[in-house]
Protein backbone atom coordinates (compact mmCIF):
# COMPACT_ATOMS: atom_id res chain seq x y z
CA UNK A 1 0.00 0.00 0.00
CA UNK A 2 1.52 3.17 -1.38
CA UNK A 3 3.04 6.21 1.16
CA UNK A 4 0.18 8.66 1.30
CA UNK A 5 -2.82 6.31 1.26
CA UNK A 6 -2.30 4.61 4.69
CA UNK A 7 -3.82 5.62 7.95
CA UNK A 8 -1.30 6.75 10.20
CA UNK A 9 -0.91 6.60 13.74
CA UNK A 10 -0.55 9.37 15.58
CA UNK A 11 2.82 10.55 17.06
CA UNK A 12 3.36 9.47 20.46
CA UNK A 13 3.64 13.42 21.10
CA UNK A 14 0.06 13.29 20.31
CA UNK A 15 0.23 15.32 17.36
CA UNK A 16 -1.43 13.55 14.27
CA UNK A 17 0.41 15.80 11.65
CA UNK A 18 0.56 14.70 8.18
CA UNK A 19 -2.77 12.33 8.41
CA UNK A 20 -4.68 11.70 5.31
CA UNK A 21 -7.51 14.73 5.04
CA UNK A 22 -10.04 12.35 3.05
CA UNK A 23 -13.16 11.58 5.15
CA UNK A 24 -13.63 8.22 6.12
CA UNK A 25 -17.01 6.25 5.66
CA UNK A 26 -19.05 4.65 8.13
CA UNK A 27 -17.82 0.98 9.41
CA UNK A 28 -19.43 -0.94 11.88
CA UNK A 29 -18.72 -1.12 15.34
CA UNK A 30 -16.59 -4.58 16.42
CA UNK A 31 -14.00 -3.95 13.58
CA UNK A 32 -10.72 -3.21 14.30
CA UNK A 33 -8.87 -1.72 10.97
CA UNK A 34 -10.25 -1.13 7.93
CA UNK A 35 -9.11 -4.15 5.46
CA UNK A 36 -8.22 -2.56 2.51
CA UNK A 37 -7.86 0.50 0.25
CA UNK A 38 -10.80 -0.47 -1.90
CA UNK A 39 -13.49 -0.54 0.99
CA UNK A 40 -12.18 2.56 3.11
CA UNK A 41 -12.98 4.36 -0.10
CA UNK A 42 -16.25 2.90 -1.04
CA UNK A 43 -17.08 3.96 2.89
CA UNK A 44 -15.61 7.18 1.96
CA UNK A 45 -17.65 7.66 -1.12
CA UNK A 46 -20.67 6.25 0.95
CA UNK A 47 -20.34 9.10 3.48
CA UNK A 48 -18.70 11.59 1.07
CA UNK A 49 -21.70 14.06 0.93
CA UNK A 50 -22.79 13.87 4.39
CA UNK A 51 -19.35 14.48 6.33
CA UNK A 52 -18.60 17.67 7.90
CA UNK A 53 -15.30 19.19 6.20
CA UNK A 54 -11.93 18.84 7.73
CA UNK A 55 -10.96 21.82 6.94
CA UNK A 56 -10.25 24.48 9.96
CA UNK A 57 -11.52 27.33 7.51
CA UNK A 58 -15.03 27.76 8.59
CA UNK A 59 -14.94 25.19 10.93
CA UNK A 60 -18.12 25.03 13.63
CA UNK A 61 -17.71 22.04 15.35
CA UNK A 62 -21.73 22.80 16.66
CA UNK A 63 -22.86 23.31 13.10
CA UNK A 64 -26.64 21.90 13.02
CA UNK A 65 -25.59 19.60 10.11
CA UNK A 66 -22.45 18.45 12.45
CA UNK A 67 -24.43 17.36 15.19
CA UNK A 68 -27.16 16.09 12.79
CA UNK A 69 -25.18 14.21 11.85
CA UNK A 70 -23.28 12.65 15.16
CA UNK A 71 -26.87 12.13 15.93
CA UNK A 72 -28.13 9.95 13.17
CA UNK A 73 -24.58 8.28 13.62
CA UNK A 74 -25.12 6.95 16.94
CA UNK A 75 -28.88 5.94 16.51
CA UNK A 76 -27.18 3.46 13.44
CA UNK A 77 -24.71 2.20 16.50
CA UNK A 78 -26.68 2.11 19.22
CA UNK A 79 -30.26 2.17 18.16
CA UNK A 80 -31.96 0.92 21.45
CA UNK A 81 -29.53 2.01 24.18
CA UNK A 82 -31.22 2.34 27.19
CA UNK A 83 -29.90 2.56 31.16
CA UNK A 84 -27.50 -0.61 32.28
CA UNK A 85 -28.41 -0.05 35.90
CA UNK A 86 -30.51 -3.11 36.55
CA UNK A 87 -33.74 -1.59 38.51
CA UNK A 88 -37.29 -2.66 38.90
CA UNK A 89 -38.90 0.73 40.30
CA UNK A 90 -38.00 4.71 40.26
CA UNK A 91 -36.77 3.83 44.38
CA UNK A 92 -34.10 1.07 42.96
CA UNK A 93 -33.16 3.31 39.94
CA UNK A 94 -32.33 6.04 42.13
CA UNK A 95 -30.77 3.78 44.50
CA UNK A 96 -28.59 2.18 41.72
CA UNK A 97 -27.79 5.64 40.32
CA UNK A 98 -26.10 6.82 43.80
CA UNK A 99 -24.34 3.38 44.23
CA UNK A 100 -22.43 3.78 40.26
CA UNK A 101 -20.57 7.36 41.35
CA UNK A 102 -17.06 6.23 40.73
CA UNK A 103 -18.14 2.97 40.14
CA UNK A 104 -19.12 0.60 37.54
CA UNK A 105 -22.42 -0.36 36.17
CA UNK A 106 -21.43 -3.89 36.19
CA UNK A 107 -20.18 -3.61 39.91
CA UNK A 108 -23.13 -1.66 41.05
CA UNK A 109 -25.52 -4.87 39.24
CA UNK A 110 -23.69 -7.13 41.03
CA UNK A 111 -24.78 -5.56 44.95
CA UNK A 112 -28.20 -4.24 43.77
CA UNK A 113 -29.95 -7.94 43.57
CA UNK A 114 -29.18 -8.91 47.22
CA UNK A 115 -29.55 -5.24 48.35
CA UNK A 116 -33.29 -5.02 47.31
CA UNK A 117 -34.28 -8.65 48.41
CA UNK A 118 -32.79 -7.66 51.83
CA UNK A 119 -34.44 -4.04 51.92
CA UNK A 120 -37.20 -4.46 49.31
CA UNK A 121 -39.14 -1.33 50.72
CA UNK A 122 -38.03 2.82 50.48
CA UNK A 123 -39.50 2.24 54.19
CA UNK A 124 -37.02 -0.43 54.84
CA UNK A 125 -34.38 1.42 53.89
CA UNK A 126 -35.53 4.84 55.74
CA UNK A 127 -35.50 2.28 59.36
CA UNK A 128 -31.66 2.12 58.81
CA UNK A 129 -28.74 4.06 60.15
CA UNK A 130 -26.15 4.35 57.23
CA UNK A 131 -23.72 2.32 59.29
CA UNK A 132 -25.92 -0.39 59.40
CA UNK A 133 -25.84 -0.33 55.48
CA UNK A 134 -22.64 0.38 55.21
CA UNK A 135 -21.38 -3.38 54.45
CA UNK A 136 -24.00 -4.17 52.05
CA UNK A 137 -22.48 -1.19 49.56
CA UNK A 138 -19.09 -1.45 50.71
CA UNK A 139 -18.25 -3.09 46.91
CA UNK A 140 -18.98 -0.25 44.88
CA UNK A 141 -16.56 2.54 46.89
CA UNK A 142 -16.93 5.55 48.98
CA UNK A 143 -19.68 3.68 51.03
CA UNK A 144 -19.68 5.69 54.01
CA UNK A 145 -21.09 8.60 51.66
CA UNK A 146 -23.16 6.55 49.20
CA UNK A 147 -24.74 4.78 52.83
CA UNK A 148 -25.60 8.43 53.75
CA UNK A 149 -26.98 9.44 50.90
CA UNK A 150 -29.28 6.51 50.28
CA UNK A 151 -30.57 6.37 53.70
CA UNK A 152 -30.84 9.74 53.85
CA UNK A 153 -32.91 9.73 50.19
CA UNK A 154 -34.74 7.04 52.00
CA UNK A 155 -35.73 9.05 54.94
CA UNK A 156 -37.03 12.23 52.98
CA UNK A 157 -38.88 10.29 50.50
CA UNK A 158 -41.07 8.81 53.46
CA UNK A 159 -41.17 11.93 55.28
CA UNK A 160 -41.88 14.56 52.83
CA UNK A 161 -42.90 12.40 49.60
CA UNK A 162 -45.78 9.63 51.13
CA UNK A 163 -43.01 7.02 50.20
CA UNK A 164 -43.26 7.51 46.08
CA UNK A 165 -40.19 9.23 44.37
CA UNK A 166 -40.76 12.54 42.64
CA UNK A 167 -41.05 12.95 39.03
CA UNK A 168 -40.37 16.72 39.53
CA UNK A 169 -36.56 17.74 38.95
CA UNK A 170 -36.81 20.69 41.69
CA UNK A 171 -38.00 18.03 44.46
CA UNK A 172 -35.62 14.82 43.38
CA UNK A 173 -33.08 18.09 43.92
CA UNK A 174 -33.73 17.91 47.83
CA UNK A 175 -33.49 14.39 48.27
CA UNK A 176 -30.08 14.05 50.19
CA UNK A 177 -27.39 12.78 47.71
CA UNK A 178 -29.02 13.60 44.50
CA UNK A 179 -27.63 16.27 42.23
CA UNK A 180 -28.67 16.30 38.39
CA UNK A 181 -27.11 13.80 36.57
CA UNK A 182 -28.93 11.50 39.54
CA UNK A 183 -32.10 13.57 39.03
CA UNK A 184 -31.86 13.09 35.27
CA UNK A 185 -31.36 9.63 35.24
CA UNK A 186 -34.46 8.58 37.07
CA UNK A 187 -36.40 11.02 35.36
CA UNK A 188 -35.31 10.52 31.98
CA UNK A 189 -34.98 6.69 32.08
CA UNK A 190 -38.44 5.36 34.61
CA UNK A 191 -40.48 8.81 34.23
CA UNK A 192 -39.46 9.14 30.39
CA UNK A 193 -39.64 13.23 31.11
CA UNK A 194 -36.76 14.78 29.20
CA UNK A 195 -35.66 17.83 32.13
CA UNK A 196 -31.84 17.59 31.29
CA UNK A 197 -29.10 15.55 29.55
CA UNK A 198 -27.32 13.19 31.95
CA UNK A 199 -23.61 14.20 32.60
CA UNK A 200 -21.84 11.19 33.64
CA UNK A 201 -18.11 10.64 32.84
CA UNK A 202 -18.72 9.28 29.69
CA UNK A 203 -20.50 11.91 28.40
CA UNK A 204 -18.49 14.31 29.82
CA UNK A 205 -15.33 13.23 28.52
CA UNK A 206 -16.88 12.38 25.07
CA UNK A 207 -18.94 15.58 24.67
CA UNK A 208 -15.71 17.55 25.16
CA UNK A 209 -13.63 14.54 22.30
CA UNK A 210 -16.33 15.76 19.85
CA UNK A 211 -16.18 19.82 20.72
CA UNK A 212 -19.73 19.72 21.80
CA UNK A 213 -18.75 21.71 24.42
CA UNK A 214 -15.47 23.14 25.60
CA UNK A 215 -16.68 23.10 29.52
CA UNK A 216 -15.50 21.04 32.03
CA UNK A 217 -18.30 21.58 34.89
CA UNK A 218 -20.77 18.98 34.28
CA UNK A 219 -23.61 21.52 34.73
CA UNK A 220 -22.38 24.18 31.93
CA UNK A 221 -21.72 20.84 29.76
CA UNK A 222 -25.60 20.09 30.65
CA UNK A 223 -26.17 23.29 29.17
CA UNK A 224 -24.20 23.58 26.33
CA UNK A 225 -25.62 20.00 25.26
CA UNK A 226 -29.32 21.38 25.74
CA UNK A 227 -28.67 24.15 23.01
CA UNK A 228 -27.33 21.85 20.22
CA UNK A 229 -29.06 18.42 20.92
CA UNK A 230 -32.93 18.58 20.34
CA UNK A 231 -35.25 17.99 23.22
CA UNK A 232 -36.64 14.93 22.20
CA UNK A 233 -32.78 13.16 22.16
CA UNK A 234 -32.05 14.21 25.47
CA UNK A 235 -32.63 10.75 27.07
CA UNK A 236 -31.56 8.41 24.07
CA UNK A 237 -28.09 11.26 23.68
CA UNK A 238 -26.73 10.14 26.71
CA UNK A 239 -27.93 6.56 27.35
CA UNK A 240 -25.56 6.21 23.26
CA UNK A 241 -23.26 8.29 24.50
CA UNK A 242 -22.54 5.98 27.68
CA UNK A 243 -22.46 3.19 25.59
CA UNK A 244 -20.02 4.49 23.49
CA UNK A 245 -17.82 5.46 26.19
CA UNK A 246 -17.92 1.80 27.69
CA UNK A 247 -17.49 0.32 23.90
CA UNK A 248 -14.85 2.44 22.02
CA UNK A 249 -14.22 5.84 23.07
CA UNK A 250 -13.11 4.71 26.44
CA UNK A 251 -11.10 7.17 28.77
CA UNK A 252 -7.42 5.99 28.43
CA UNK A 253 -6.90 4.07 24.87
CA UNK A 254 -10.42 5.29 22.89
CA UNK A 255 -10.81 2.80 19.03
CA UNK A 256 -11.16 5.42 17.19
CA UNK A 257 -9.51 2.99 13.95
CA UNK A 258 -13.52 1.23 15.03
CA UNK A 259 -15.35 4.83 15.61
CA UNK A 260 -17.95 5.45 13.18
CA UNK A 261 -17.88 9.15 14.24
CA UNK A 262 -13.93 9.13 13.21
CA UNK A 263 -14.34 11.23 10.79
CA UNK A 264 -16.12 13.99 12.39
CA UNK A 265 -13.81 13.65 15.35
CA UNK A 266 -10.89 15.99 16.08
CA UNK A 267 -10.10 14.76 19.54
CA UNK A 268 -6.57 15.84 20.82
CA UNK A 269 -6.20 12.29 22.22
CA UNK A 270 -7.48 10.41 19.08
CA UNK A 271 -5.43 6.71 18.83
CA UNK A 272 -5.62 6.78 14.54
CA UNK A 273 -7.34 9.46 12.51
CA UNK A 274 -8.03 10.20 8.82
CA UNK A 275 -8.64 14.04 9.37
CA UNK A 276 -6.58 16.73 10.16
CA UNK A 277 -6.78 17.37 13.58
CA UNK A 278 -8.86 20.65 14.23
CA UNK A 279 -5.96 23.32 15.33
CA UNK A 280 -7.99 24.02 18.59
CA UNK A 281 -9.25 20.35 19.13
CA UNK A 282 -8.36 19.19 22.86
CA UNK A 283 -10.04 16.41 24.71
S1 LIG B 1 -12.79 8.90 16.91
FE1 LIG B 1 -11.89 8.18 18.84
S2 LIG B 1 -11.93 9.94 20.22
FE2 LIG B 1 -13.34 10.40 18.52
S3 LIG B 1 -15.37 9.70 19.24
FE3 LIG B 1 -14.45 7.99 18.11
S4 LIG B 1 -13.38 6.72 19.66
FE4 LIG B 1 -13.80 8.77 20.57
Not at 80 to 92: F, I, M, P, R
Not at 99 to 108: C, E, F, G, I
Not at 113 to 137: G, H
Not at 275 to 282: E, F, I, P, R, S
Request: hydrophobic share 35%.
Amino acid sequence: MSRGVTPRQPARTGRQDKVRATPRGLRPAGRSKPTSLATRQNSSRAVANKSVPATRKGYNPIAPERVAEILKRLNELYPEATCALTHASAWELLVATILSAQSTDVNVNRVTPELFRKYPTVEAFAALTPEQLEPDVRSTGFFRNKSKSVVGAAKTIVSDFGGQVPDDIEKLLTLPGVARKTANVVLGSWFKKAEGVVVDTHVHRISRRLELTKQNDPQKIEQDLMKIIPRERWILFSHQIIWHGRKLCIARKPRCAECALENLCHAGDKTWSTVDMHKNAKA
